[in-house]
């Protein structure tokens, strides 16, 4: 299941991001792949080290943890600190799944259930430079709006396009989810949404509460902390 995410940053915040990326100093994105990756990665990345880098991954990790459409799609137990990208010049990344554990900042593993790519260029201002998805659903080609963020399973295979012109800015990053199961995590996250219309187009009723009884008794069944 995928999930497309508008505004997930303003327009003030999103400017300023883009202006402080511009002036940036960017390294090779072959600095933090393996071995099997470096075969179909063609980027640059920012240094995930530098004070630019560290204060936007915390900037947007805020933001995602406080948007609600996120919180109930992703139920975030950890969110790795948000990584950058840059894609111009025919620069590509081949199609590749994500390894499955990462290292947070204190040296703990997460485990990687759900991925995200935050665009942060305008969709014009590029040429090609697509996101595509390929789950049991088929193939999913991705490209919106600058602010808008794509969530979908990090077990998916996935590449991004040739950028042929222009350039393209983005923000990723990875999230250990209290529901390992991408099934029942749709399940919660369209329960949720249930009730969520339910209570503006009725209020809270015997009904509303009951189905909110459901869904807190099978997140509690399910949940791993």
Excluded: C
């Excluded at 630019?52 to 950890?78: D, G």
């Excluded at 999230?175 to 949404?193: F, K, N, V």
């Amino acid at each position: 299941m995928m999930l497309h995410i508008p505004g997930v940053l303003g327009p003030e915040r999103l400017q300023a991001i883009q202006a402080h990326l511009q002036q940036a100093d960017w390294e090779d994105g072959l600095a933090t792949v393996g071995a099997l990756g470096a075969t179909v990665k063609r980027n640059r990345q920012l240094p995930r080290q530098s004070p630019l880098a560290q204060a936007l991954a915390h900037e947007i990790a805020q933001t995602v943890r406080s948007n609600p459409q996120f919180v109930s799609f992703a139920l975030p137990l950890h969110i790795l600190p948000p990584l950058f990208n840059r894609y111009e010049g025919g620069e590509n990344y081949g199609l590749h799944v994500d390894g499955s554990i990462r290292q947070l900042p204190d040296g703990s593993a997460m485990r990687t259930d759900v991925s995200s790519t935050l665009f942060l260029s305008d969709p014009d201002s590029y040429e090609g430079g697509e996101l595509v998805v390929v789950d049991t659903y088929g193939t999913h080609e991705v490209k919106l709006p600058a602010g808008d963020m794509i969530v979908y399973p990090a077990t998916s295979l996935h590449q991004v396009l040739p950028v042929t012109r222009g350039a393209r800015l983005a923000s990723f990053f990875w999230t250990q989810s209290l529901i390992r199961d991408d099934m029942r995590r749709g399940m919660l996250y369209e329960l949720d949404q249930t009730i969520q219309r339910l209570l503006t187009q009725l209020g809270s009723t015997e009904d509303t509460v009951a189905l909110t009884n459901h869904y807190h008794n099978l997140l509690r069944q399910w949940a791993q902390t």
